[in-house]
């Protein structure tokens, strides 16, 4: 089995959006972060919505490479294994 490199694209396009929306969310002054539950839920939530993308592709890499956890707690067990 071999990585998906259309795969693994789309899902780094997809992570570049929620990156570019926390981007445009990012108040002047940051302090306003504090105070505005409304721009804390757009932020948190897309900053949770690339890091599920992030765990997305280390769990493609890792059940290419034979890697695969037998249980969502043990997948940061494989990303030590791959650095």
């Known amino acids: 089995m071999t990585i998906d490199k ?3 694209r ?3 396009e997809r992570l570049n959006e929620y990156i570019a929306r926390v981007e445009t969310k990012r108040p002047d ?3 306003l972060l504090l ?3 409304d721009i804390q839920d757009i932020v948190s939530h897309n900053l949770e919505k690339a890091v599920q993308v992030c765990i997305d592709i280390a769990s ?3 059940a ?3 890697r695969a956890p037998q249980s969502g707690g043990s997948l940061s067990s494989r990303w030590v ?3």
Do not use: F, R, W, Y
């Open 60 to 62: 493609h890499i890792c």
């Open 35 to 37: 105070t505005d539950h």
């Open 29 to 31: 002054p940051p302090e």
């Open 81 to 83: 294994s791959l650095a």
């Open 10 to 12: 789309a899902k780094l």
């Open 6 to 8: 259309q795969v693994i």
């Open 64 to 66: 290419v490479n034979g």
